[in-house]
């Protein structure tokens, strides 16, 4: 049996347009199956930066986590102020 846990697209309305990224997780989807997707995903970027920086997995990994870190909080940021001009604030 295969049950899909995520799907992601990526669209443009033009080709100088920013992209819109569109993420679904059904809701059948158990937090474990999720999170163990994701790691997966993680652990290949950073493999793949570290292979093309010629850098230690180690040391890839640490710069990635610290800009994980700041992109999700840009991300946090953005919704949040969505909601708030949504809301009228």
Known sequence: MQKPIINATVSRTSVD???TFKI???NNVKPNELEYVLSRVMYNMVRIYARGKHIPFEDA????????AVHIGVV???????????DGR
Do not use: F, N, R, W
């Open 24 to 26: 679904v997780v059904p």
């Open 76 to 86: 946090h940021d953005q919704e949040q102020k969505a909601k708030e001009e949504q």
């Open 61 to 68: 990994l640490v710069q990635y986590k610290e800009a994980m």
């Open 17 to 19: 347009a920013d992209p």
